[in-house]
Antibody
Framework: EVKLVESGGGLVKPGGSLKLSCAAS????????MSWVRQTPEKRLEWVAS???????YYPDSVKGRFTISRDNARNILYLQMSSLRSEDTAMYYCARASTTTGRDFDYWGQGTTLTVSS | QIVLSQSPAILSASPGEKVTMTCRASSSVSYMHWYQQKPGSSPKPWIYATSNLASGVPARFSGSGSGTSYSLTISRVEAEDAATYYC???????????FGGGTKLEIK
């Protein structure tokens, strides 16, 4: 059974940093691209970062230079290091696996971890 | 950057009705994916690559479309279908995933 379990969320002051983790199990982690997707309080879904199986990373402009995605294939863990946090980063953060089917959908999602950026 | 617009924002239907929700892309895309989300839960894969039902999705759901217009149709709505449905696409250049704003389906 595929499982993705996020952790590390919390309350952070603007300008602060935080690192999220996603523990993966039930599949060959190193073979899959992985992503972080967030859901804002307004329920909007936003793609945050992706890392390929080979380690290439991708970000939208909204987080580029502030967020870093990485993976530890030996421990089956996905990370998201976030810095220079802003109030607009407040969201539920989901870890998601990119499927290998045509068109790159997300075929498994974790339960999410909440980040609140507030003074 | 491709923008996905979903309509309507809220859809109200009675059990047994046929409903259709639409996702329009600002530029042509090759495939569209759909997710179902209920309150307190993470999004569930629902339809992938435009017309393929994810595992466990009832056959009353279907997906279609091409180019800039895609749709999700429920042939006969049931109470359990009440949820928010999001569309999503991926582009390779630049590498980017985009989501629509969602359609909330309410059952009367």
């Amino acid at each position: 059974e595929v499982k993705l379990v996020e952790s590390g969320g919390g309350l952070v002051k603007p300008g602060g940093s935080l690192k999220l983790s996603c523990a993966a199990s039930g599949f060959t982690f190193s073979s899959y691209a992985m992503s972080w997707v967030r859901q804002t309080p307004e329920k909007r879904l936003e793609w945050v970062a992706s890392i390929s199986s080979g380690g290439s990373t991708y970000y939208p402009d909204s987080v580029k230079g502030r967020f870093t995605i990485s993976r530890d294939n030996a421990r089956n863990i996905l990370y998201l290091q976030m810095s220079s946090l802003r109030s607009e980063d407040t969201a539920m953060y989901y870890c998601a696996r990119a499927s290998t089917t045509t068109g790159r959908d997300f075929d498994y999602w974790g339960q999410g971890t909440t980040l609140t950026v507030s003074s | 950057q491709i923008v996905l617009s979903q309509s309507p924002a809220i859809l109200s239907a009675s059990p047994g009705e046929k409903v259709t929700m639409t996702c329009r892309a600002s530029s042509s895309v090759s495939y569209m994916h759909w997710y179902q989300q209920k309150p307190g839960s993470s999004p569930k894969p629902w339809i992938y690559a435009t017309s393929n039902l994810a595992s466990g999705v009832p056959a009353r759901f279907s997906g279609s479309g091409s180019g800039t217009s895609y749709s999700l149709t429920i042939s006969r709505v049931e109470a359990e279908d009440a949820a928010t449905y999001y569309c999503q696409q991926w582009s390779s250049n630049p590498h980017m995933y985009t989501f629509g704003g969602g359609t909330k389906l309410e059952i009367k």
